[in-house]
């Protein structure tokens, strides 16, 4: 497929590409992880299957990008200000304003969460009135029925620490609460950030444009849909406008050949499904 892409960039583009083969973590860091340091501009060839009782999945995997913040869509200054966020365990300027969860005397004290309680009050706020403000289906898909509101999960890292009854029991509280309110990286093999931190999202709904806030809305919508029917104009939608702006580009479906049994030849799974051997599509039998 890097071949068929790199002859095609030269022969309609006049293009020159180079193909580099990555060992499966870099690739995973790649596909999976967010912004990297030091990577090159170029396309990224992946590859995805969809199962057909699976709506998430009716993207083949061209979505990725948009699970992380400075990826598919965003400009170079929201790109810059996120990319400490990847390339560091704790967020160096979070460090500065709320302390260092490397530090085991960090938190044990409570006048020591004054930044992180402060930030939690605010940014809850802002995130419940911004809810508030999107339509219907999207509100039930932010916030899910039965769910923990954002105030009663903060509430439960603060009573862990009331109730601690050791300063590394407390520390550990406090690391918690760090992790709930600002942006750090889940390590390698394609962790990429904890979006769910409070800051993250904060800055993540102030700061994209509108077509990344709909692609992130449509990608939930689909992933959270039961019926696949129902999600897949979502989802066509959503893959249209990547392809269009060129975050994307569909090649093919490879065709898969099974030789285990020397009767059975020419066996391809169906492009719909996983690719194993319980979705047989085409089967041709010698012998039987």
Known sequence: MAEAVQEEL???LGIQTKIVQLN??????????GPQKNIQPGYNVAVGGTNNLDPSSLNLGGDQGIYWPGTYGYSLQFVQHVLPWYNTPYDPASIKKYGDPNNPNEGVQWSQWSALVTAAQSDIAYINKWTSEQPAQWRAILNPPGSLSLTQQWNEIV????QAKTASAKHAAYVQAWKFVAPYSEGSGGGGINTGSLDVQVYW???ESSDVKNWRMWQAEYQNSPSMFASASTAAKLMTQLIQQGY???????????LERSGVTGAQPNPWSWGDFYQMQYLSANGR
């Open 159 to 162: 009573d862990t620490w009331k």
């Open 10 to 12: 030269q022969q309609n």
């Open 24 to 33: 499966s973590t870099d690739w995973g860091n790649m596909t999976y992880g």
């Open 205 to 207: 709904d102030k700061n």
């Open 248 to 258: 994307t580009i569909p090649l093919f479906y490879g065709e898969t050949y099974y």
